[in-house]
């Protein structure tokens, strides 16, 4: 059974940081896909940033140079580092793979940025 387990959501000033993890379990780690998503009340879920197996990396055009999505495959772990943060990154942020031809998320962890 895959599980995706987000933490270290929070409460921040803007121009401030969070690191956010998502911990996998239930699939072969190392060689899947995992993605950052987040999403606002009465918007579509946005995609925000996708690390594949070894180093490629893709994000979301307003992120860009502010978050740093990685991986720690010992771990089963995934990171997003979010630097420069504005308020406009408020959202609820999940983790989300596909293994198997079937879709998993997250539970969700709350950013919350404060102006």
């Known amino acids: 059974q895959v599980q995706l387990v987000e933490s270290g959501g929070g409460l921040v000033q803007a121009g401030g940081s969070l690191r956010l993890s998502c911990e996998a379990s239930g699939m072969i780690f190392s060689i899947n896909a995992i993605s950052w998503y987040r999403q606002t009340p009465g918007k579509q879920r946005e995609r925000v940033a996708t690390t594949i197996s070894g180093a490629r990396t893709t994000y979301a055009d307003s992120v860009k140079g502010r978050f740093t999505i990685s991986r720690d495959n010992a771990k089963n772990t995934v990171y997003l580092q979010m630097n420069s943060l504005n308020p406009e990154d408020t959202a609820v942020y999940y983790c989300?793979?596909?293994?198997?031809?079937?879709?998993?998320w997250g539970q969700g962890t709350q950013v919350t940025v404060s102006s």
């Open positions: 989300f793979s596909r293994w198997r031809l079937r879709d998993y």
